[in-house]
């Protein structure tokens, strides 16, 4: 399976984003999708996920400003909004499929304060 990330770009803290992952197969082939972060020199953090029934789950740091959806197809999405400095990151997509773990490229996010 094939993801890739979009939407990511330098915004004001305070700002939003909509970051999108398109995937080569209909998203209800996933039992779950996710977004990951990740800043230089620091591990992978995980962000949020959206299970095929529709429930949702957000990290702390994120709850209440960011939200995760889809589309019927082969999207899914982050709406990012009052973002701070400390978002900055390469945001990643990310699915379990046939056995193992599939990663977009990312996409960089960049809050200037």
């Known amino acids: 399976v094939q993801l890739v990330e979009s939407g990511g770009g330098l915004v004001q803290a305070g ?10 197969l209909n998203i ?12 230089p020199g620091r591990e992978r953090e995980y962000v949020a996920a959206m299970a095929s029934n529709g429930v949702t789950r957000y990290t702390d740091s994120v709850q209440g400003r960011f939200t995760i ?33 599939h990663w977009g490229q990312g996409t960089q996010v960049t809050v200037s304060s």
């Open 69 to 101: 959806s889809r589309d019927t197809k082969n999207t899914l999405y982050l709406q990012m909004n009052s973002l701070k400095p400390e978002d900055t990151a390469t945001y990643y997509c990310k699915v379990f499929y046939r056995g193992r773990d």
């Open 28 to 39: 209800f082939s996933f039992t779950a999708m996710h977004w990951y972060r990740q800043v």
């Open 15 to 24: 700002g939003s984003l909509r970051l999108s992952c398109a995937a080569s």
